[in-house]
């Protein structure tokens, strides 16, 4: 008996023909309805501690955290060198950092708040997708792939976690310079209230929290810049120039209460902590003030990354 039929003249293998079938059922199996393989989970892409490690490993990262290290040493260097009678209690915040750790804490973020920790949140989230873009790396990102949606978030969760240590990083390291070169005695402000060692230290972890929270608008701003050109530089210099400005025209008394709108008019709401009194209104302003405005860069970020014509 002929193993082969005849067709219209066309000789067929039905060998052949059941591998060709079982070739295309198996094809069929590795494909999930909405057209990825079967075993492509985009939930496990990118991973939020590798991104981190990648990180961490850039020399930028290296050199900005040391540097947050070796400020309070720089700091008392300053002042062993240019005061002769230290432990002062009566002045300002410069006369008063050398009265106790705490108040050399506060003197420590004092004077980074206006332009180091602004510019440190800027350089963690500017720098996200603008050097991707930069080293024609994105491109191969999202084709691996990495949904954008993911990427970005990933890529702002490490950036965020990183800026949050890097906040949390510089006043741990004041705290323990400044209670081992002036001591752990009481915490006292400009106004004459002092305050004990501990409610010192409770008071400047909500400082802290604060100060990340205000923050927050400085990071949704550098990340829009971020995905908005290929240039880490433009991206992280925009959010720098954006804080400074803000921080010059809140110095214009002329403009009166619209300079309540400005989002760096709260950034020293935190000092109320420091009264035995404390005043929540100023820093409850800031919160939303830069919840709001941190939103409104987030989103445009997101939609602006969404919709962007990725071609590096």
């Known amino acids: 008996m002929n193993s ?15 591998d060709l079938a079982d070739a295309a059922e198996h094809e069929a199996s590795t494909v999930a309805p909405d057209g990825s393989k079967v075993g492509y989970r985009a939930g496990r ?24 290290v070796l400020l309070p040493f720089i700091l008392v260097v300053a ?11 009566a002045g300002g915040f410069v006369d008063l950092a050398t009265a106790s750790g705490v108040n050399f804490v506060i003197l420590t973020l004092f004077v980074s708040g206006s332009f180091l920790l602004p510019m440190i949140v800027a350089l963690f989230f500017g720098d996200t997708i603008a050097s991707e873009a930069s080293w024609s790396s994105l491109k191969y990102l999202l084709a691996a792939p990495v949904p954008r949606h993911r990427l970005l978030r990933q890529k702002a969760v490490a950036s965020g976690l990183l800026a949050v240590f890097a906040l949390v990083l510089l006043p741990a390291v004041a705290l323990g310079v400044g ?9 006292v402000s400009p106004t004459g209230e002092a305050a004990s060692f501990g409610s010192g230290v409770y008071g400047l972890a909500l400082a802290v929290c604060y100060i990340s929270v ?48 400005l989002p760096s008019h709260y950034a020293l709401a935190w000092v109320d902590l420091l009264s ?16 709001a405005y941190g939103a409104f860069f987030t989103l445009l970020a997101a939609r602006r990354f969404a919709r962007k014509d990725i071609t590096s």
Not at 4 to 16: E, I, K, Q, S, Y
Not at 276 to 291: N, P, T
């Open 179 to 187: 209670v081992l070169w002036y001591g752990a005695g009481e915490a």
């Open 214 to 261: 205000h923050l927050f608008w400085v990071a949704g701003l550098a990340l829009f810049l971020s995905v908005s050109t290929d240039a880490p530089l433009g991206a992280v210099g925009g959010a720098v120039l954006a804080s400074i400005l803000s921080q010059i025209l809140d110095q214009i008394t002329a403009l009166e209460n619209l300079r309540d709108y």
């Open 79 to 89: 002042f062993e060198l240019g005061q002769a009678s230290p432990n002062r209690r």
């Open 4 to 18: 082969t039929g005849d067709t219209g003249g066309v000789h067929t293998d039905p060998a052949a023909g059941a």
């Open 45 to 68: 892409t990118l991973p939020v501690r590798v991104e981190l490690v990648r990180q961490l490993r850039r020399r930028r990262t290296q050199l900005v955290l040391g540097f947050l």
């Open 276 to 291: 035995s009194d404390v005043d929540w209104s100023q820093m409850a302003k800031g919160v939303f003030s830069a919840l």
